[in-house]
């Protein structure tokens, strides 16, 4: 996957350069954009349109069976008569070209992403004009055997294909500038490769790489290399005879160890190595002073250098699914710090000192952490937190000065209860708290004013404050499995409010699947008790002279049941018989009947 940078430079570079080319154009002659009203070729004047470049056109409609006119496929510009750009990516499913496709001498960009071909025309590579090609997304699995070194192509995209080797011809290709080779089958690179000594841009990202060439260096001009998901063991040192390179990504490889040589690249600003088995990273690491972004995800990593935070441009560090036991302390001296990723180690401590660095982004998942400092309110420029997966019973009341964060996710943790100060998240947009141990809400939690998300899903609530009414924003809110409005181990659905069963815009997911069965009387005192339950659905009753039906009152309803129950010869149960045996004799009978009447009488 491109990184942001790299979709800056790969997605506009080649346009840009087409753009420039067609504006050069431009000062001799106007472009003729094709009328898409216009009727079959016959009816096209040959003054505006060139009619062999009509025709190749056309020859592209009949070998695909295509029912359209010449100028109405794709999207396309034309300079001096001639066909200078061609856009027909997405909708055709082509599947074959015609092999003069090279006639269209004065052809500058050529995109056919996202269609079905599996080769190319050798034609094609005769266009000396052409400056941009794609051919992204379709089936091809090779690239004609020869590549004539008069093209001036400087961008070529053939990412998401089946190639599985490239010509040796390939390094004829001298004026490339940038290079999508991504999601193929590559296994080896041509000895020509090196040729390429105007490359800026590489991306070898999903291929089957098992090394990269030794004279990697003579590619001089290259600064942008891109080449995860490959099958990699080593960086070759020649890679640091080129203190031009800004950006590396080797992650997903096999990397155990790399050169301690990083002091000889002084420009670079991104290295991603995730999901490799680096142990240790190399002391010169620490003099990338302009490195703004770092990615160590999924490695081995139990420790930083020493130096580290020298680093005083890093803003993004990724450290996750490492060995960390302990929080890396070198990371307090990273002043610019903006975004910091630990989540799946084995950090024991939340350290109060981590509070002091201006972090937008932080991410502690999955760790060993039971409790958060009280000073975590003064991280006010926090917009997005992620504690989840941590023994936490309790988040701390200054959490609600994070007046910014907009992303609170506290999952699968042990809280017991919420913080009323949650009401001062005035930019959360997403609250989950789902998996933890809570029992009820502030009613406070209701005045969140754009919360849009909220997951309570896998708790023990038995009701939702009446304030939840309040909300404007919420779109979707999750209460599955908790045990919402149980009574005596069921759902009572007359007590659900209104707001819960017509809530307007907000979708509402699990409100009747509900767990009633850890539901109960929780007081062992009361004569319900039920030792295994783990909520209190207010089922409780309590032992009461005379109150046969448990409703906490004595009276004519209890003289009723006593006496039916006698002449039914119905056999009590043990509560009952405890609340009705006023003659202490062990059983209901009369004698029972008239205490009961004498006592409602006094």
């Not at 181990?489 to 409010?497: R, S």
Request: proline residues 5%.
């Amino acid at each position: 996957m491109f990184i942001p940078c790299k979709r800056l430079f790969l997605d506009l570079f080649p346009p840009v350069l087409c753009t420039i080319s067609l504006v050069a154009l431009s000062f001799s002659t106007d472009y003729v954009y094709p009328d898409t009203s216009s009727s079959p070729l016959a009816n096209f004047s040959p003054n505006d349109y060139d009619e062999n470049d009509l025709q190749i056109l056309q020859n592209i409609i009949t070998l695909n069976n295509l029912e359209l006119d010449p100028l109405d496929l794709g999207n396309q510009a034309w300079s001096n008569e001639r066909l200078v750009y061609l856009d027909i990516s997405n909708e055709y499913e082509l599947t074959l070209l015609p092999e003069n496709l090279g006639e269209l001498e004065m052809l500058v960009e050529l995109n056919l992403d996202r269609n079905d071909l599996t080769s190319l025309p050798v034609s094609l590579f005769d266009l000396t004009q052409l400056g941009n090609l794609s051919v992204r997304q379709n089936q091809m699995t090779s690239l004609p055997e020869f590549l004539s070194d008069s093209l001036s192509i400087t961008g070529f995209d053939i990412a998401y294909n089946f190639i599985s080797s490239l010509p040796e011809s390939f390094g004829n290709l001298t004026n490339l500038l940038t290079l999508d080779l991504s999601h193929n089958q590559i296994s080896e690179l041509p000895e020509s490769f090196t040729s390429l000594s105007n490359l800026y841009a590489l991306d070898l990202n999903d291929n089957q790489l098992t090394d990269l060439p030794d004279d990697i260096s003579l590619m001089s001009q290259l600064s942008w290399i891109y080449v995860s998901e490959n099958q990699l063991s080593e960086i070759p040192e020649s890679l640091f005879d080129n203190s031009n390179i800004q950006i590396l990504d080797f992650s997903f490889n096999n990397l155990i160890e790399l050169p301690d040589r990083f002091d000889e690249l002084p420009f670079l600003f991104e290295f991603h190595c995730s999901h490799n088995q680096i142990s240790q990273i190399p002391e010169s690491f620490s003099t990338l002073t302009n490195v703004i972004i770092v990615n160590f995800a999924n490695n081995n990593l139990s420790s930083l250098p020493a130096d580290f935070s020298a680093l005083n441009s890093l803003m993004s560090l990724n450290l996750a699914e490492n060995l960390f036991t302990g929080f890396p302390f070198e990371v307090f001296g990273l002043s610019e710090l903006h975004q910091l990723y630990l989540h799946d180690n084995q950090i024991d401590e939340f350290p109060a000192e981590l509070t002091s660095l201006g972090l937008q982004k932080l991410d502690l998942s999955n760790n060993n952490i039971s409790f958060i400092p009280d000073n975590i309110g003064q991280m006010i420029s926090l917009i997005d937190f992620q504690i989840s997966g941590n023994p936490i019973t309790h988040l701390p009341i200054s959490i609600g000065d994070l007046e910014l964060l907009y992303e609170l996710k506290a999952f699968d943790c042990a809280l017991t209860s919420l913080p009323s100060t949650l009401e001062n998240l005035s930019s959360l947009l997403l609250l989950d708290v789902s998996n933890n141990q809570l029992t009820s809400l502030p009613d406070e939690i209701g005045f969140m004013p754009l919360v849009q998300v909220m997951d309570l899903s896998n708790n023990y609530l038995i009701e939702i404050p009446s304030t939840f009414a309040s909300f404007d924003e919420l779109w979707i809110l999750y209460l599955d499995n908790n045990s919402l409005y149980c009574f005596d181990g069921l759902q009572d659905e007359e007590d659900i409010p209104d707001f819960l069963l017509n809530p307007g815009l907000t979708w509402i997911s699990g409100l009747f699947l509900q767990d009633c069965s850890v539901a109960g009387c929780t007081d062992p005192e009361a004569l319900n008790y039920l030792p295994n339950m783990i909520v209190d659905d207010g089922s409780c009753y309590y032992l009461l002279p005379g109150d046969l039906n448990h409703d906490t009152l004595v009276d004519i309803l209890d003289i009723v049941l006593m006496v039916d129950m006698i002449v039914s010869e119905i056999v009590p149960d043990e509560f009952t018989l405890l609340s009705g045996d006023l003659s202490e004799d062990g059983e209901l009978n009369i004698l029972d009947v008239v205490i009961l009447v004498q006592m409602i009488l006094e």
